[in-house]
């Protein structure tokens, strides 16, 4: 059987919220600072499972952020120069294996980028030659 586009195949479209559920939820809504203030004491008491729903829902996690690198080199500098200065911070210890290979992929990227140009530049000029 194929499906049309457009037409749903519910006619009678998404299900209304039970009113069971719809008043169960008011219920929460309203009880909620009486239940974050009970799960606190237990979190205090020790209640490892209350400490744990506390900091997940309080506190999320922190994605990981690398420092940004600075490096000592001339303006204009090439590729070549600027990949060294990366291997050299991370074999002195001052960037870590990650943020270098993000560096040198951020360097592949623009060099990627550059070689198109140039190469686009190069193409035009001999589409002028050539009229």
Avoid: H, W
């Avoid at 059987?1 to 039970?18: Q, T």
């Avoid at 008491?45 to 400490?51: E, F």
């Avoid at 940004?68 to 500098?77: K, L, N, Q, R, Y």
């Amino acid at each position: 059987m194929a499906f049309k586009k457009g037409v749903s195949g519910n006619l009678n479209g998404r299900p209304r919220l039970d009113a069971k559920v719809s008043r169960c939820r008011e219920k929460i809504i309203k009880a909620l600072p009486e239940i974050v203030d009970a799960l606190i004491i237990q979190a205090k008491d020790g209640d490892q499972q209350a400490i744990k729903i506390l900091i997940d829902r309080v506190m999320p996690s922190l994605k990981a952020r690398s420092e940004t690198i600075m490096f000592d080199v001339p303006a204009g500098s090439d590729a070549a120069t600027l990949s060294l200065a990366i291997v050299n911070k991370m074999a002195n210890g001052e960037v870590a294996p990650d943020d270098a290979n993000q560096a040198m992929s951020a360097l592949s990227s623009q060099c990627k980028i550059y070689d198109i140009v140039e190469l686009t530049k190069k193409v035009d000029e001999l589409l002028e030659r050539t009229k």
